[in-house]
């Protein structure tokens, strides 16, 4: 409920006991003060007092129906002062009547079912469970992966005829140009050229919009279509049990060549360790180090020799997507202002729109979400001042500051159309990640335990992080840079992992540790033989009957031996 | 009298619900500086309280179950009528002297719970239940007292129309309520009981608040609600007492309102002979299984199948929403969520779900009235094949299980008579049921050991509390139970009473780890756990808790090291090649009784065999556990063996058990002898030796009267006497093999003993008990010669104590003859 200031308040009385024997001509008076509302045991107190005042044992009874009945007698007197301090306030209406009615008002209405305004689940869960329903029937998973690949198909589609076009518009342009640049001075002037240049980008704009809105249309009905087959082939399933394909009533038609799913490992190398942690009760993790071009993990689909063929992972994501087993990727951005026009961050945001969202918003409506929260988060930074333990005060103050995402800040985005993830973390991080020497109070490493955190109270079991907190090989990252980085985190993820292990969450049953591709072999053995050393990886079972059987027979032959030397004998 | 058929249909007896606990703000810590303890592991820790709590008036509660994501699921006791149901939605008028029967049972009920420091808050006529003979029984007692007060929930508890003005007040800023609030709601039931009408029915949430609040202008508030249910004039032909009794309930002046304590003996409840009234009683057939106690039927419906979450999910009270669509968008790096939806499944619906029982009736079916109640001696004469599977199998097996609960019930129930009977069925295995309880009996707990714990002053600051308040957050904290802060809170206790009441020790690391099995065990039972560890500690670990124990634990590594040998000669000499020396690893082992090294549930198989055992039994433990890990410590030098031993791997538990009876079994009691073991007498010849004496011999010693007893016992054994053939044949030990062995030849590295008969003889004996004897002041040759056989691999040597002279006073000795 609110503060929790008042809430032990305890209120000190003293208990007086008098105390007299024959020997003694007056009586003594024993003085013990006793915190109201009383916690524990009379029988006890009274022992203590006993032993305090060195008082002989015999009056321990009537000690202790004494101090039973002050503790009692107290204890009403406190809550009768509480109960007349409230209902004085209620009459004298020092307390606003509007504010308690509000208040419990609220209380019921947000955290109790009977009274809550909104029963039921919501729109999005109905569609939830509708589709996981589907995924999880047979036949159906069929249909929905034909279906989605066909809508991707012609989004693609469409975005090759755009480039195209595009293509084809900025040569025509280009030649224009530069035949009115040629002739400049001679059958062109300066103002033409202006004219021209202005016209260019107004066809460009033109076309560019032409071809988005068509986009954008399209999108739309294939999302609206889809959701509508997603709810109409559930409510059919349920009419028929058992034999239904929806393959019939699908909104593509009849998808001819089916898929061919890569059987090509994605990842250059990996190497994957079962490990306990805990010291008593011990709870298996699953660790894999691997070497991979990050966006290859999400990308539909792949290109392999010249063909275009699935991403293998695709399915089980697709089953998964509204279960309590949820996968996560860490990417790092080093913009602070959520644009994704460059870098690594445009080319996820292509992969994301080179596909209909059919479950979400589209990573565009994401972001203006996020920029909203943000506002909210950087007021309450602004007035609520530090609330951190573990950042230096210098940085809070400059973080308190700023009106942007800071390092360390992280933003989820959510994606049904990625390959082998659910869900994108974006940290943003700064240049200080380059040194070789951050520690584990920097504010990356922070980020990341939040995002622990998180996963295990939404429900992600598998989480993929690259180990170098970077996702491009660079110059700099020297063997020695890479170990020291590689170590740092892993045993920082440890130790987060442990502290998870206590909140009683969702465990994290796979940590996937990523590695740019094209590290050098030699490196990627090193960090390999690195996780058992900080992890303690499980020792395999080792079936013994076997050995057991071959040790009785040695003793058997010993006997054997045994017994024909003392015939000997 | 009832008539008991295994025929007669079980009704359900359980009720189920299920709440969530607050979630804590982002980043918080302690003041500890450890992350605060999740709010639902502080309610369980506080809910246990509540199974304590036995009245004839409340429903029993029997399980709290902590769940993922801060749910909590509360088993109790459930009747399905209600003053509620009763009534017809109170459209029954009653007889008066029904009410006040009822009326007066609350309050006793009240009472009862008042003088457990418990208030209900949640009064309801819904919560009010009656059993089969009309019995009053309350219900959602303990929602009020298990949350703190409401402190670790986000929802309101009661019911808004019964709750009284200054509770809207003080809730609101976490004041506790007191005992009055409840005199409040009762007599608000009361009054819709009597006038036959509901108070505000149609009202709404807002509208009732407001009227509550106003309520404090009045002068006589039972009259003005009287007045607002249409029934005013019917209030006023009551009878005067009742309506003094109202008045006392709903009083806005709290100084007037009385507490249930004075409610119950208001002058109403003698006015009038409600005693007469029929009770209802049950006459038809009733099935053995409810002649049970309730905790017992509980758990075995449990074993039976029964599965409480999935009773909750059929009536839809469990369903969960895809957490896809209630993630957050935004992490701050301080640690704030943003953007994330709250999952409309974790409001409160106190729904109550029954559990049906027909799995657990269906699985026992077959079973007569006889096996309800059996005659104790009897009990044995069944062969069950279940005796033979697996523990764990047993312990998951219904029938089992069944049997078990019978008959230790009974067992313990006549303690300490037929103790030898109780332990003849706790070697075959304790029923986890009744492992705190059996356990106790084992260690021979007896007595007022409550008014002893009670006389203990556990409260005065000492010198270790410190340590102890650093231990405790540590000490088994993956178990929910002993991670809650009122778990702590009573480990703290029991330990420092242990310190107070044995001045003698001091506290070292561990000794929590080896308290924390007996608090949970006896978790609402300090006292017993207090017992159990003084016994516990007193046979098992006895002076290793002095301030200077370097000699008691000094000798116990050592028997470990001896026994090693003894059993496993090449382990043995591969560790002591190594330098690889128990002290390395095996301290907190013994000095914990392994219970820092497993987890509970490990500890508890572990313990079940140990406490049956005698005070050596421990080192058979930790030679069991290292030939497990035989094969990796044969291969690994010594900074791999480190390694393996700081972060032990998973050990099977119940090989361990089984192995180490197999090696208390080989083993003659001399082997283990210690010199601080606890025990009432130390013959003349046992090895009574000082660690620097036993430190040098790589062998352990044997006394005669374990050699005069392995004459008569079935094991093998050879006794070597090394003496030269003069004095062998003169006199020695009859059966004994005379092989000859200079000090100065044992010295050379490569020695090796020349074959001859007595050699062939020595190598057909491997495997035998080896007694090596001479002369006592030959101790060195002894002790090299001793050590040149475990060289040699031969399993089970040792050497006799005292030497051949001791042998003088038994008169076994006799001129050998020769071949």
Not at chain 1, 155 to 168: A, E, L, P
Not at chain 2, 437 to 448: H, T, Y
Request: proline share 4%; net charge neutral; aromatic share 10%.
């Amino acid at each position: 409920m609110n503060g929790t200031k008042d809430y032990d308040k305890k209120y000190q009385e003293t208990f007086r006991y008098t105390f007299a024997t024959l020997k003694i001509p007056e009586s003594y008076i024993i003085e013990v003060p006793v915190d109201i509302p009383f916690e524990g045991s009379v029988n006890e107190l009274s022992h203590r007092i006993i032993n305090g005042f060195n008082l002989p044992l015999y009056v321990i009874e009537e000690l202790s129906s004494e101090l039973q009945k002050f503790i009692d007698k107290s204890s009403i007197e406190v809550y009768n002062r509480q109960t007349v301090e409230a209902i004085d306030c209620i009459k004298n209406e020092t307390i606003e009547v509007e504010d308690i009615v509000k208040y419990w008002e609220k209380a019921f209405k947000e955290e109790t079912f009977s009274f809550t305004d909104n029963k039921g689940p919501s729109n999005d869960q109905l569609f939830a469970s509708a589709f996981h329903k589907l995924a999880h029937s047979g036949p159906s998973l069929d249909a929905i992966l034909h279906i989605e690949y066909g809508y991707a198909q012609a989004v693609q589609d469409i975005m090759c005829r755009k480039s195209r076009q595009v293509k084809s518009l900025t040569k025509t342009q280009t030649e224009e140009m530069n035949y009115a640049m040629d002739g400049l001075n001679n059958y062109s002037t300066e103002e033409d050229i202006n004219a021209l240049a202005l016209k260019h980008f107004d066809d460009q704009t033109l076309i560019q919009g032409k071809w988005n809105s068509r986009l954008d249309t399209l999108k739309q009905e294939q999302r609206t279509g889809y959701r509508e087959w997603v709810m109409k082939s559930v409510e059919e399933m349920q009419g028929v049990d058992g034999l239904y394909s929806p393959i019939g009533n699908s909104p593509v038609g009849v998808v001819a060549n089916g898929f061919t799913i890569s059987n090509m490992s994605l990842y250059d190398m990996e190497e994957s360790f079962t490990i306990h942690l805990g010291s008593q009760m011990k709870s298996t993790h699953n660790i894999r180090i691997m070497s991979a071009d990050t966006l290859n993990l999400l990308r539909l689909t792949l290109h392999e020799n010249g063909t275009v063929v699935h991403h293998p992972q695709r399915l089980q994501t697709v089953l998964e997507l509204y279960s309590q087993d949820l996968k996560g990727l860490i990417l790092f951005i080093d913009t602070n202002n959520l644009d994704f026009y460059s870098g690594l961050a445009k080319e996820f945001f292509d992969i994301c729109e080179g596909s209909t969202e059919f479950h979400f918003n589209s990573l565009q409506d994401q972001l203006e979400i996020i920029k909203s929260d943000l506002k909210v988060a950087v007021e309450n930074r602004k007035y609520k001042g530090p609330v951190s333990n573990f950042l230096s005060p210098e940085l809070q103050a400059r973080r308190n500051k700023s009106k942007l995402l800071q390092c360390g800040d992280v933003y989820i985005t959510k994606h049904s159309n990625l390959a082998s993830v659910h869900l994108v973390f974006h940290m943003v991080i700064d240049d200080s990640l380059k040194s070789g020497d951050i520690n584990s109070r920097h504010p990356v490493i922070l980020g990341l335990r939040n995002i622990l955190k998180t996963a295990c109270s939404y429900d992600i079991t598998m989480i993929t992080i690259p180990l170098f907190l970077t996702h491009e090989m660079t110059e700099d990252m020297t063997v020695p840079w890479c170990q020291k980085r590689a170590e740092l985190v892993l045993k920082c993820v440890k130790g987060f992992m442990i502290e998870s292990v206590s909140l009683g969450g969702s465990e994290l049953k796979t940590i996937q540790f990523l590695v740019p591709k094209g590290i050098s072999e030699e490196v990627f053995g090193i960090l390999a033989t690195m996780v058992p050393t900080i992890f303690r990886v499980s020792t395999p079972l080792v079936f013994k009957s076997s050995e057991t059987e071959i040790n009785s027979q040695i003793k058997n032959k010993k006997n054997t031996k045994n017994k024909r030397n003392s015939s000997s004998k | 009298m009832t008539c008991n058929c295994v025929d007669a249909p079980v009704p359900p007896l359980f009720g189920v619900q299920t709440l969530f606990a607050a979630q804590h703000t982002s980043e918080s810590c302690g003041a500890n500086g450890l992350p605060l303890t999740p709010n639902s592991i502080t309610i369980l820790g506080r809910a246990q309280k509540l199974r304590t709590l036995n009245h004839p008036n409340l429903v029993l509660h029997l399980d709290f179950i902590r769940k993922q994501h801060g749910r909590i699921i509360l088993v109790s006791q459930y009747f399905k009528r209600s003053l509620w149901t009763e009534t017809n939605n109170y459209l029954l008028l009653l007889p008066l002297e029904k009410v006040l029967s009822w009326t007066h049972r609350v309050l006793d009920a009240l009472t009862y719970l008042n003088s457990n420091g418990v208030v209900h808050r949640f009064l309801t006529p819904q919560y009010i239940l009656f059993d089969d003979e009309d019995n009053v029984k309350l219900f959602n007692y303990g929602l009020y007292y298990m949350t703190n007060s409401g402190k670790n929930i986000t929802f309101p508890i009661g019911k808004l129309k019964y709750t009284a003005p200054e509770v809207l007040v003080l809730d609101r800023d976490s004041y506790k309520s007191g005992p009055k609030t409840d005199s409040w709601s009762l007599g608000i039931i009361v009054l819709e009981l009597l006038l036959g009408a509901q108070l505000w029915p149609t009202l709404k949430l807002s509208q009732i608040i407001r009227k509550i609040l106003s309520l404090t202008h009045c002068t006589d508030v039972v009259m003005r609600l009287a007045r607002e249910m249409g029934r005013l004039t019917m209030y006023q032909s009551l009878p005067d007492e009742l309506k003094d009794f109202l008045g006392k309930c709903i009083c806005m002046d709290v100084k007037k309102r009385l507490c249930p304590k004075e409610l119950f003996h208001h002058k109403i409840f003698s006015a009038y002979e409600y005693s007469k009234i029929l009770m209802n009683k049950c006459y038809s057939c009733k099935h053995p299984l409810r002649q049970m106690k309730l905790d017992q039927v509980y758990y075995l419906w449990k074993l039976a199948g029964g599965d409480v979450e999935w009773a909750l999910k059929k009536k839809g009270l469990l369903r969960n929403e895809s957490p896809i669509l209630l993630l957050p968008r935004l992490i701050i790096l301080e640690g704030t969520l943003y953007g994330n939806t709250r999952n409309q499944s974790s409001l409160l619906d106190l729904q109550i779900v029954e559990l049906p029982l027909d799995l657990l009736v269906n699985r026992l079916q077959h079973l007569k009235i006889t096996d309800y109640d059996p005659l104790i001696d009897q009990v044995n004469k069944q062969n069950d094949t279940t005796e033979k599977l697996p523990l764990v199998i047993r312990e998951k097996d219904t029938e089992y299980q069944f049997r078990r609960i019978i008959l230790f019930d009974r067992l313990l129930a006549a303690f300490p008579f037929k103790l030898d009977k109780l332990l003849i069925e706790a070697k075959k295995d304790i029923p986890p049921f009744f492992r705190g309880e059996v356990w106790a009996c084992l260690l021979n707990v007896c007595g007022d050991t409550e008014s002893i714990y009670m006389s203990i002053d556990k409260e005065t600051a000492g010198v270790t509390d410190r340590q102890i308040e650093v231990d405790i957050p540590r000490c088994h904290q993956y178990n929910d139970l002993l991670s809650s802060s009122v778990a702590h809170k009573k480990l703290k206790r029991v330990l420092k009473a242990w310190l107070v009441s044995h001045p003698k020790y001091v506290y070292w690391q561990g000794l929590d780890s080896l308290c924390a099995p007996f608090v949970y065990l006896n978790f609402c039972k300090e006292h017993v756990s207090y017992a159990c560890l003084t016994a516990f500690v007193k046979k098992y670990l006895n002076d290793v808790f002095l301030k200077d124990n370097a000699a008691v634990i000094r000798e116990y590594l050592i028997k470990l090291s001896h026994l090693i040998a003894f059993h496993d000669p090449q382990l043995a000499n591969h560790l002591d090649e190594k330098g690889f020396i128990p002290d390395l690893f095996a301290i907190p082992w013994f000095l914990t009784m392994f219970s820092h090294v497993f987890p509970l549930h490990k500890i508890f198989h572990l313990w079940d065999k140990l406490l049956l055992g005698d005070s050596s039994y421990p080192l058979f433990v930790g030679l069991s556990i290292l030939t497990q890990l035989r094969s990796t410590l044969l291969n690994s030098g010594f900074n791999e063996c480190i390694l393996l031993f700081s972060d032990l791997p998973e050990v099977d538990i119940e090989k361990c058990v089984l192995e180490s009876s197999k090696f208390n079994d080989a083993t003659p009691r001399s082997i283990t002898f210690r010199k601080y073991e606890l025990r009432t007498e130390t013959r003349e010849y046992d090895p009574c030796l000082m660690y620097e004496v036993l430190q040098n011999e790589f062998s352990p010693r044997i006394s005669i009267y374990d050699l005069v007893e392995l004459k008569s016992s079935s094991l093998k054994f050879l006794v070597l006497d090394t003496r030269p053939q003069e004095f062998y044949i003169e006199k020695s030990i009859p059966g004994s093999l005379n092989i000859h062995v200079r000090e100065e030849d044992l010295v050379d590295e490569n020695f090796d003993l020349a074959p001859c008969p007595e050699l062939s003889a020595l190598v057909n004996n491997r495997g035998s008990i080896l007694i090596v004897v001479d002369n006592v002041f030959e101790l060195n040759k002894v002790r090299s010669f001793c050590r040149f056989l475990v060289k040699k691999e031969y399993p089970k040597v040792c050497s006799l104590h005292g030497g051949i002279e001791a042998l003088e006073n038994f008169n076994i000795l006799v001129p050998a003859i020769m071949y």
